[in-house]
């Protein structure tokens, strides 16, 4: 062995560099290093020879101490493999401190040894970060910030998605966005604040200097990006008089010659494709409609007709001539020369590819949407996509343009301004809601998921239901993209199982621009496996599983992330309800005919508080209190117990009174059906009510929705002998639950995400 003069440059290549190497990629990135020497091997050489040829550098180190570390290709955990220990600043032990190691059995041949300077430091959640830099596949350079050291994965996992390591998009950085993650981070006020008795380590701006800086750096520092860095983790940062500074690194490049990588950079993004052909097209043909049978391509065919398309412009492609539901059989999709806008292929696989690439090679459509299944599920299945892709590339080359695929394995497109529905479904399936179209966008993985929330959705008439399939072509965040600017569309309901690469980037610049247009994103991402344990050894890898990346940026980018499908479909409803309404505090008042449901808002309020009444708001629900009879049997408070006793009317006097209280922002109002002093039920021989009477609860409730502004929901916890009264309500525009915990939740979250500045 032999000492070297100094470290060496890094130079990046395939693979994971040296740590001395991964260093100085940290100094490129605005971190210090400890001061080093790197000892490098040759062959027969004791390492005392190694030590002493380098001794003045060693000796020329600050402190008594120095770390021994030895560098094996590929090992990145040295801890576990005994290769690294720190020793006194003194020839002989570190001579004993490499033959320990080299005899030892290390995991690997080493390439060489370093010796760096001993920072003294607190260390664990105490003094010492994880922060690191990473090219996802789907988002692009994310930054993670977390608990560093030997534990990092250990307090990433006890403390949870919400409390434990933060992701942000390098893409979307912004400086703001990052104080509020750290801030409810209780490793954050540890590191920073200090508790009983132990002092912070560093200050909040600190951390937030040190991930502005990387991602400056990463951002402008082209050469590395280039050279194919992928991956960039320092772990542990310390902060020696306040200064972060790299302990280790894992520093990875991929070959730059292997593909163009996907993108990474909000720059680096194609702009979004036209869409119209799907949204709004003004020819549609249809290839797979049976003459005789309810195939679906006939379903199809008579959606888009029970829509409102004309006839006229509305063809089956059909050798042979004659109509089918009044349509025009035609040989081609072209209409008079010219590509048609969509052509709906629900034809067997095999035939839909050679239809593609028919389509492609003559220009007979601007937009194709794919039905059938067999394009991209399964292994065998994806020489078809291929051939499809390769049409796709060799018409934009050719021709400069190349039809537009939605699909495949889809159920494609319904939307209001087609009109136009591929959906499917048969109409006594899935009716179309009989009231005015919602500013609602369902984007859709999952076409059984789509179609099942547009049933549970009702009485929602969404304007757009955008199924994707495979994404062969268009992708879930190109829908994003073009809806995020649509002034027809306030809220975007976006399922996802996964983006192909890049298109995560997209699906966040469309949520963040939603969200400058004052327009709700709500977000359910399926599959929340931590795959990203597979791809990489680092800590990050470990840490930052493919779910909770996607739902930390996508909560910074402005989105509402549901936990649950129910939960979504909660979010939904009141982002589409409430949407108007404005939103000027956390308090809310709570009115119910049950204890039980008084109880149950005050357990699932928070980050909601009860508010405190005025004195005008105790004395006026006193005096209705009083007029109703039950004024000795319950009291003006908030949660407000109107016991099963109280009426219409003295109900909606109430509930009307606390919401203009002027603490109040938001309210949760409790209908328990089934006390006789309310009439709840449909007429029938059997009783004496109708739920349908001018004066009873729901036709008050709901003019009461309709000439008050603040946000509130109504909540019929009863059986389904009581649908019918909940409907009601529904109908009114009321958003209804029938559950109060449930209805406290989804709306304490929807409320901290319009007081976030949404």
């Not at 547009?454 to 955008?466: I, K």
Request: net charge negative; with cysteine.
């Amino acid at each position: 062995m032999t000492a070297a003069n100094s470290h060496p440059r890094p130079t990046p290549g395939p693979g994971l560099l040296t740590e001395a190497d991964g260093l100085e990629v940290a100094r490129r990135l605005g971190l210090e290093a400890p001061a080093m020497v790197v000892l490098s091997t040759e062959a027969g050489r004791h390492p005392s020879e190694a030590v002493e040829a380098g001794w003045d550098r060693i000796d020329a180190l600050p402190g008594d101490r120095v770390v021994v570390k030895a560098q094996v290709p590929g090992l990145v955990h040295k801890t576990e493999a005994g290769a690294i220990r720190v020793v006194p600043k003194d020839v002989q032990e570190i001579v004993d401190t490499l033959s320990t190691m080299l005899a030892g059995g290390l995991p690997g041949d080493p390439v060489g040894f370093l010796v760096q300077a001993f920072l003294p430091h607190d260390s664990g959640m105490a003094g010492e970060v994880l922060v690191s830099a990473r090219r996802d596949r789907e988002f692009g350079w994310a930054l993670t910030l977390g608990p560093g050291g030997t534990l990092t994965e250990f307090w990433a996992e006890g403390l949870g998605a919400d409390r434990g390591p933060v992701h942000l998009s390098l893409g979307g950085f912004h400086r703001a966005a990052a104080a509020r993650a750290l801030r409810c981070r209780p490793w954050v006020r540890l590191l920073t604040e200090g508790v009983r008795g132990h002092g912070g380590t560093v200050a909040l701006e600190t951390l937030l200097d040190l991930l502005t800086t990387i991602s400056e750096r990463l951002i402008g520092d082209m050469g590395l990006r280039r050279a194919g860095l992928i991956e960039a983790e320092f772990n542990p940062v310390a902060f020696p008089g306040g200064v972060p500074t790299a302990l280790d690194a894992v520093v990875r490049f991929e070959d730059p010659d292997h593909g163009p990588p996907h993108p990474s950079l909000p720059g680096e993004l194609e702009p979004a494709r036209d869409l119209s052909p799907f949204l709004s097209p003004k020819r549609i043909a249809i290839a797979g409609v049976s003459g005789r049978g309810l195939n679906p391509g006939r379903i199809i065919l008579r959606n888009t007709l029970s829509e409102g398309f004309p006839t006229e412009r509305l063809r089956v492609v059909k050798p042979g001539g004659g109509t089918v539901d009044g349509c025009a059989c035609v040989d081609s999709p072209m209409v008079d020369g010219r590509p048609t806008d969509l052509l709906v292929l629900a034809i067997p696989a095999d035939r839909a590819t050679e239809a593609v690439e028919a389509a492609c090679r003559d220009g007979t459509a601007r937009g194709i949407v794919l039905i059938p299944g067999g394009l991209g599920e399964t292994a065998r299945s994806q020489d078809r996509v291929a051939a499809i892709r390769r049409a796709l590339e060799l018409a934009r080359g050719t021709r400069g343009w190349a039809p537009a695929i939605n699909g495949g394995n889809c159920l494609g497109v319904r939307s209001k301004d087609g009109p136009v529905d591929t959906l499917f479904i048969p109409r006594h399936k899935l009716p179309t809601a009989d009231r005015p179209v919602d500013p609602v966008a369902l984007i859709s993985q999952s076409g059984a998921f789509a179609v099942a929330r547009v049933s549970s959705l009702a009485p929602l008439n969404p304007r757009v239901v955008a199924t994707v399939g495979n994404q062969i072509d268009v992708t879930v965040g190109e829908y994003a993209e073009v809806l995020a600017v649509d002034p027809n569309i306030d809220v975007i309901a976006a399922y996802v199982e996964g983006f192909v690469d890049g298109d995560g980037l997209r699906f966040l610049e469309a949520v963040r621009e939603a969200a400058k247009r004052g327009k709700c994103v709500v977000l359910y991402r399926a599959g929340r496996s931590r795959s990203g344990k597979e791809a990489s050894a680092s800590h990050t890898a470990s840490i930052a599983g493919e779910y909770d990346v996607t739902r930390a940026l996508a909560v910074a980018a402005g989105a509402l992330v549901a936990e649950s499908i129910g939960e979504f479909d909660d979010l939904v409803r009141l982002a589409v309800a409430l949407r108007d309404r404005p939103v000027d505090g956390d308090g809310f008042a709570a009115v119910s005919n049950a204890g039980f449901e008084c109880v149950a808002v005050a357990d699932h309020c928070e980050p909601l508080r009860l508010a405190a009444l005025g004195p005008e708001t105790e004395e006026r629900v006193s005096g209705i209190l009083d007029a109703a009879g039950v004024s000795g049997i319950t009291r003006a408070a908030n949660p407000m117990d109107l016991t099963p006793m109280t009426g219409a009317e003295g109900f909606c006097e109430v509930v009307e009174a606390m919401l203009e209280d002027s603490s109040v922002a938001a309210g949760v109002v409790g209908c328990v059906p089934l006390t006789g002093a309310l009439e709840t039920l449909e007429a029938s021989e059997g009783h004496t009510e109708d739920l349908t009477r001018s004066d009873g609860l729901a036709a008050r409730l709901g003019a009461l929705w309709g000439r008050t502004t603040r946000p509130w929901v109504a909540v019929v916890d009863s059986g389904s002998r009581y649908d019918p009264f909940a409907r009601a309500l529904s109908d009114s525009g009321l958003p209804v639950f029938r559950h109060a915990d449930r209805a406290v939740r989804a709306l304490a979250r929807y409320l901290a995400w319009r007081r976030s500045g949404h």
